[in-house]
């Protein structure tokens, strides 16, 4: 399955999947359950069966873990949300065996995690996973005899114990009975006196970012034989570990830094602190502390020795001849990252665009952190003065799948994105890319359709493509997106205006069963609002001349829809936007007469439809526009076209004595008569 093919979908040609990624794909758009019954809650009670397309799935196949763990991670990247009913197609350890899990935004429960770990996992990483309780970390301990890596991210409370009756949440006593774990991380947790970590002999990465020390010290980890990471973030009482930290002789990363806006970063002595520490962990090779003021004033110090460099930063000055692979300098005090003698091979920071964009590569799983980063890359673009499109590109997109429903994340993301897709090297990006920048915006849009910055940024993006053609394999969920957008009252302005210009844009050149699609989603019924309600506060405004097109397009060879406009009172708003339209009246006003004529040349296209036009008041009304200029000869040719069709349907179709069929095929004949003759070849 390694080979590379090339999977047309909705006549888009998508470059360089895989076999396996398309069948991953078909899975995944594809799944149907073999029971009604909801069992979300309880994955016990679910029928062990899981169907696509009536081909059951679970069978005497063992399918190998490398593919099941791709399975899960592909899942996600469709933008399908990971949930127990999705997890019972691993219900069989055997057939469908995991060992390598990452799960983000899910809704996964106890349940659910519980059926996870009993594959034995070697590594579990959970984000944003909000159901989750203190249930599942028992299970962990229970299951995870086997785990090498575990990861608890933002939003994984199992560590927190909260009563249903009350919001607050309380220190949960936990202890990690893990004894193969070699990487961990726990967020923002509360660390007690009695938590233990002696017996956890293989750990060799620690991260306990934005926990709180509630009579837990460092010293509880210092003889751990194989910590060579520890990462710090947001702690704040280093300053009192600073004897434990020093003891941890074989740590090569450490990571110290703060993103906070109070005085966790503050150090009361920080050349001194820096100096000691530094001092102290001879096999250090990266270290972060960023967001403190550890760096110090950036008064050079030197050696005795006149042969020995300097060093900007005082507390380094002992690795002023061996520096540091890795420096984490990002928004330190007094501005540390753009001084000169930095004793460093590679810094984060916000004084150029390498530092910022390894600050974006080493700030991924900070979110906070991460949108600064993200706005300062926003005014490299900005300004074009940003080199590396494609690494930049790359961060961005990283950042906005990670944090989904981080708002500011999204909006820093997607006003990135614009000034990526608009620069010159748009044209170097492949078929697959494009379509990832267009899912990850649309992910963005659709978990923020009602701020209005989010709505605008990810349309004004989606303008740069090509339209429908770059997005017909995301159309459906942009069309929701939008008629969203275009429908929200709160969003009247800006966004209302370029939503209903994509929709216009994507009802062009599709075909028949996308603009059945478009009418089933409501186009037509959001549409005629829109105009009702600019009639109804007489104000006349390109939102309804776009309105008139959006449906004209809908309308073309789909019946359904004709059916649609007429059953929405759609000819007593022609007939109100016509009195304020007429060219008489409001002559610049021309586009709206003409788009309303070629929507009703559509409708009379339609055989079983024409007898609702057949009205005295509408038939006068198109045999007065067949003398109209507006808009040259396209306004009366579409007003012949229409009274052409009704015609055809013979005298006895012609129910109404005025006008007569006679005095209108008169009129007709003139106007004909009446436009110049082209030119032939």
């Not at 974006?360 to 706005?375: E, F, G, H, S, W």
């Not at 019924?525 to 600019?534: E, F, G, P, V």
Request: charge should be negative; include cysteine.
């Amino acid at each position: 399955m390694s080979g590379r093919v090339r999977l047309k979908e909705n006549g888009v040609l998508d470059e360089d999947f895989s076999l396996l990624e398309i069948v991953f794909k078909y899975l995944s758009k594809n799944l149907v359950s073999a029971s009604s019954n909801d069992w979300d809650d309880d994955i016990s009670a679910a029928t062990p069966q899981y169907f696509i397309e009536n081909q059951q799935f679970n069978g005497p196949i063992v399918i190998p873990n490398e593919i099941c763990d791709r399975f899960i991670r592909h899942h996600q990247d469709c933008n399908q949300t990971v949930t127990n009913q999705f997890l019972f197609i691993f219900h069989d350890i055997h057939q469908t065996p995991l060992k390598y899990v990452s799960i983000r935004e899910s809704t996964i429960n106890d349940e659910g995690l519980k059926l996870l770990l009993q594959h034995n996992l070697v590594s579990l990483s959970l984000w944003y996973c909000d159901n989750l309780t203190t249930e599942s970390w028992n299970n962990i301990i229970e299951y995870g005899s086997n785990l090498r890596e575990l990861e608890l991210g933002r939003y994984v409370d199992i560590l927190k114990y909260s009563h249903f009756s009350s919001p607050t949440v309380k220190d949960f006593e936990f202890q990690i009975n893990l004894p193969n774990l070699r990487r961990l991380k726990i967020n923002s947790v509360t660390l007690l006196t009695t938590l233990q970590f002696s017996h956890l002999t293989e750990l060799n990465h620690l991260d306990l970012s934005g926990c709180t020390f509630n009579g837990f010290s460092l010293n509880a980890i210092v003889n751990l034989p194989n910590l060579t990471a520890l990462i710090l973030f947001n702690i704040r009482t280093i300053e009192t570990e600073l004897p434990a930290l020093c003891m941890m002789k074989k740590l090569t990363a450490l990571d110290i830094s703060t993103c906070s806006n109070g005085t966790s970063g503050n150090y009361e002595n920080p050349n001194q602190f820096l100096a000691t520490l530094i001092e102290s962990l001879p096999m250090l090779t990266h270290l972060d502390i960023s967001g403190t003021n550890l760096a110090g004033t950036g008064v050079a110090q030197f050696k005795a020795s006149d042969t020995i460099r300097s060093s900007d930063i005082p507390g380094l000055v002992s690795r002023a001849t061996n520096p540091l692979q890795f420096l984490g300098l990002y928004n330190t005090a007094h501005s540390a990252c753009r001084r000169y003698d930095i004793p460093a091979i590679k810094i984060s920071g916000e004084a150029n665009e390498e530092q910022i964009l390894t600050s974006a590569v080493v700030y991924q799983d900070r979110p906070i952190m991460l949108t600064k980063v993200l706005n300062d890359l926003y005014h490299l673009l900005r300004f074009e003065t940003c080199k590396s499109i494609h690494r930049a590109l790359d961060v961005v997109l990283s950042a906005m799948d990670r944090h989904l429903r981080n708002k500011h994340m999204q909006i820093s993301g997607s006003a990135t994105l614009f000034y990526i897709v608009k620069g010159r090297d748009k044209s170097k990006f492949g078929t697959p890319l494009k379509n990832h920048i267009i899912r990850t915006l649309l992910n963005g849009m659709s978990q923020h359709q009602s701020d209005d910055t989010m709505m605008r940024n990810g349309c004004l993006t989606l303008c740069q493509f090509s339209i429908p053609n770059d997005v017909l394999f995301e159309y459906e969920r942009l069309v929701k997106i939008l008629l969203h957008g275009v429908s929200n009252p709160e969003q009247e302005g800006f966004v209302q205006r370029i939503a209903i210009y994509l929709l216009n844009s994507l009802a062009c050149q599709v075909d028949g069963r996308q603009k059945l699609f478009l009418g089933d989603l409501g186009a037509i019924s959001t549409m005629l609002a829109l105009i009702k309600d600019r009639l109804t506060r007489k104000v006349f405004d390109d939102v309804m001349e776009v309105a008139w097109s959006t449906m004209w397009n809908v309308t073309d060879e789909t019946p359904r829809n004709c059916k649609r406009f007429l059953d929405g009172q759609g000819m007593d708003y022609f007939l109100g936007c016509l009195n304020v339209s007429h060219p008489k009246c409001f002559p610049e006003k021309e586009e709206l007469l003409r788009n309303m004529m070629g929507l009703l040349g559509n409708v009379a296209e339609v055989k079983t439809l024409r007898h609702r036009l057949m009205t005295s008041e509408f038939i006068q009304v198109f045999t007065d526009l067949l003398e109209s200029s507006s808009d040259g000869i396209e306004v009366s040719y579409n007003a012949a076209g229409v009274l052409a069709h009704i015609a055809s349907d013979g005298v006895d179709a012609w129910d109404i004595e005025r006008p007569s069929r006679k005095d209108v095929l008169a009129k007709m004949v003139n106007a004909i008569e009446r436009e110049p003759t082209l030119p032939v070849n």
